[in-house]
């Protein structure tokens, strides 16, 4: 329920950006982060949601790995306070 509070202020605030925070499901990849978030011009980064203190199962961190040696942006949240670091790090204003 925490995740879910969590997600839904990242959604929130992505909005405020004018960008999308999509819900990232893959049928043949478990493991993928929980949100794609698109920013105006281009930007793209990948969010793991977590309750707080959460982390990231095996399967997730390695598709953080996988993701970020592509050279994506991934962050995993846990905290409410942390949403505006990302999308500034995506690229967001
Ligand atoms: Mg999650």
Redesign the pocket.
Known sequence: ML?RKIEKALVDKVKLHGGLCLKFISPSMTGIP?RIILLPKGKVGFV???KPKGEPRPIQKKRIKQFKDLGFKVYVLDDKKDIDEIIKNIGGR
Request: proline share 0%.
């Open positions: 995740e929980d793991e949601t977590k």
